[in-house]
């Protein structure tokens, strides 16, 4: 005796793509109010300062230790070549490449993905967005698209002082604990580091995970439950999607970009 009948199977399959087509609906809706909702820059303004704001402090000091381990065990693994003076190179391309985007997104996820999650599923559970709907406001264009491109925007510059954190910590641990040459570290990065390939890169990926996690909390949130356990459970699925979603399309991406 089977646990499952084909019907039970066939309603599962006919649920998930329809979600996939509802989360398909609202992203397109998303992208094209793009210019309405930067008409009406002010909204986009605060969530900005909101997501990037608050989240800038666990940004900056888990850049700095990054870059203070990768200080450490770069110089020992290059030491046993003769090459400790590239481990200016070494760290920065290992930041700006993969984990100054990787990273970010994921504490992004964890910080202003969960903030949006909870954000918008209260909303709902207090019955704020029902009302804006009786209202005639669309709460698409009203609550989503600014908290949206605010996070697209905010990906990036959140990327890059992660990665300028990281590198001030390599060269805090390479120059001034270690000993490596100040002159080596600096000369290496500005010779071996390329403006398009190499953070044109981390840039293009820090874009793309801006537009993952960003939608992925918004869709949650706007999906919850109005309960309780409903905003709950929608906050785990946002860490839990938006951080699969991270390393799944990092790797992706730079198996495109290494192949181009």
């Given amino acids: 005796m089977s646990w499952y009948k084909p019907s039970d199977v066939g309603f599962a399959a006919r649920s998930k793509l329809a979600d996939l087509g509802h989360g398909a609906r609202l992203f397109f809706k998303l992208i094209a109010m793009m210019v309405p909702t930067f008409r009406r820059f002010g909204l ?7 997501l990037g704001n608050y989240s ?42 993969e ?15 969960t903030s949006l999650t909870a954000e918008i599923g209260l909303m709902k559970a207090g019955e704020q967005i029902s009302v804006m709907e009786m209202m005639a406001v669309d709460p698409v264009q009203r609550i989503l698209a600014p908290r949206f491109w605010a996070g697209v925007i905010t990906m990036p510059l959140l990327a890059a002082v992660f990665s300028a954190t990281g590198i001030i910590g390599g060269w805090v641990v390479g ?11 600096w000369s290496q990065i500005q010779a071996g580091v390329d403006v398009w390939k190499d953070v044109g890169n981390g840039i293009l990926k820090s874009i793309v995970f801006g537009f993952t996690v960003t939608f992925i909390a918004l869709l949650q949130g706007f999906d919850a439950q109005p309960t309780p356990e409903g905003v709950a459970s929608a906050t785990t699925r946002t860490v839990v999607v938006a951080s699969l979603s991270v390393l799944g399309l990092d790797f992706i991406l730079t198996a495109m970009m290494f192949t181009i």
């Fill in 175 to 185: 120059v001034l604990m270690i000993g490596v040459d100040g002159g080596s570290f």
């Fill in 99 to 113: 984990l100054g985007p990787v990273v970010t997104a994921l504490l992004f996820a964890g910080r202003a993905g």
């Fill in 44 to 50: 986009v303004r605060d969530q900005i300062h909101f």
């Fill in 56 to 97: 800038l402090a666990i940004i900056a000091v888990s850049g700095l230790f990054v870059g203070f381990v990768f200080g450490l065990q770069g110089y020992y693994t290059l030491q046993r070549y003769g090459s400790s003076s590239a481990l200016g190179l070494l760290v920065t391309l290992t930041l700006v490449r």
